[in-house]
């Protein structure tokens, strides 16, 4: 795919991973294994001038994430600065730890949206799933001073064996919150999902299951509010557009600079990711080689390269491809014209099926990583 200019269009978002620092410890988290240290992170001035940039080169929104974006002592700042900008500012918090304290002085200087992770609706099953006591009734107290502030509010839930039985209560607690929109959204199985795939892997009947319900509350709560639901790859016929397109809409930012296409995108050997902090953020767009990779439908084999769909999901996910297949130019796998799809979905099965293993959890620099039983067995 060629980098001219011209023929890109500008992204919509950019995703700022303000810090991998986080209280929760969350067994499918997309950050990397190896944690970006705090001593690494971007100082405050050169995220201002990286959304000054942005602004420029017309992205409408950015996602102010982590990791937990308010544990950094300058999100206040670098929130006032998306709204002098005119970019629509949306926090991706786990709404414990510094969330709730900062939140006025967010809100003071323009916040826009807020979106809140929850991890389950029952108190225990939530902070078994996050590794955190007390994390509920932080996000309740948190949730509750959102709506006090009149700011948006979306609830996001990533759903997996630990918490399926928990659907039809997370649409409840996302109106008991006052959200206007939740996210059902089943787990992505990169980096820690990966890792963790066995523990994670629900059964394709409660899956099933889960998507109806999300259905018939649609159907009910009309116009009270809106349900977005990503359903799992490894029970699809076709793969999602991963970040709508490999460097079509989406600029992620990593805690110490590196520009990325996609969250996982570093699991990709071979591709150089430039940091803001030598380019300019136009530049990486434009002609970074990892963002023209796989950008368009060039670089496609078959069965993508002369498929109807390709416009649309643009071949799937790169990481997933390789994850699955040890070709990150391969069809994804979650497509049922993929050589790789049976095998896919059989392994979905088996693990589904098989007694609940422990997981793995990142637990802090002194203790690195530990196995141990994750989800409500
Ligand atoms: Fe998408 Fe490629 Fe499958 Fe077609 S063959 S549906 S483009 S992944
Ligand atoms: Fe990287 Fe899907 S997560 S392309």
């Not at 080169?57 to 308010?70: A, F, N, R």
């Not at 793969?239 to 600079?257: D, E, F, H, Q, Y």
Request: charge should be neutral; proline fraction near 6%.
């Amino acid at each position: 795919m060629t980098g001219e200019a011209s023929a890109i269009p500008a992204p919509i978002g950019l995703l700022a991973e303000l810090t991998h620092r986080c209280p929760l410890r969350c067994p499918y988290c997309s950050n990397p294994h190896e944690l970006e240290k705090r001593s690494a992170e971007l100082p405050t001035e050169t995220w201002l001038r990286v959304l000054g940039e942005a602004a420029e080169l017309g992205v409408l929104h950015v996602h102010l994430s982590g990791g937990e974006p308010t544990a950094r002592a300058d999100i206040v700042e670098i929130t006032a600065h998306c709204a002098r900008l005119g970019l629509y500012s949306n926090l991706i918090t786990s709404g414990v730890g510094a969330a709730l304290g900062k939140l006025d002085a967010l809100a003071e200087v323009g916040l826009d949206h807020v979106q809140l992770s929850v991890q389950g609706a029952e108190p225990a099953t939530a902070e078994r799933i996050g590794g955190m006591p007390g994390a509920h009734a932080q996000k309740l107290a948190f949730a509750e001073r959102v709506r006090e502030l009149g700011l948006a509010l979306t609830l996001n839930a990533v759903i997996h064996r630990g918490n399926i039985a928990e659907v039809e209560a997370m649409i409840d607690l996302a109106l008991a919150m006052g959200a206007r929109r939740l996210e059902i959204a089943h787990a992505q199985y990169y980096g820690w999902g990966l890792l963790n795939r066995a523990a994670l892997m629900p059964a394709r009947a409660d899956v099933v299951r889960s998507i109806a319900a999300v259905d018939a509350a649609r159907k009910c709560l009309a116009g009270r509010l809106v349900i977005d639901l990503v359903v799992p790859d490894y029970y699809a016929r076709y793969p999602k557009a991963c970040a709508g397109g490999w460097g079509r809409r989406l600029i992620n930012v990593t805690p110490s600079g590196r520009a990325l296409p996609c969250h996982a995108a570093e699991t990709i050997p071979d591709l150089a990711f430039w940091s803001v902090a030598e380019h300019a953020l136009r530049d990486i767009w434009h002609h970074s080689p990892a963002f023209n990779a796989f950008r368009g439908t060039g670089w496609m084999p078959e069965p993508c390269r002369s498929c109807d769909r390709r416009e649309q999901d643009w071949g799937g996910c790169r990481c997933q491809a390789l994850a699955l297949t040890g070709d990150a130019a391969a069809t994804d796998p979650a497509c049922a014209l993929s050589p790789f799809h049976a095998t896919m979905r059989a392994t979905a099965e088996a693990e589904a099926a098989a007694e609940l293993p422990p997981g793995y959890r990142y637990r802090g620099k002194r203790s690195g990583v530990r196995r141990e039983g994750l989800l409500p067995g």
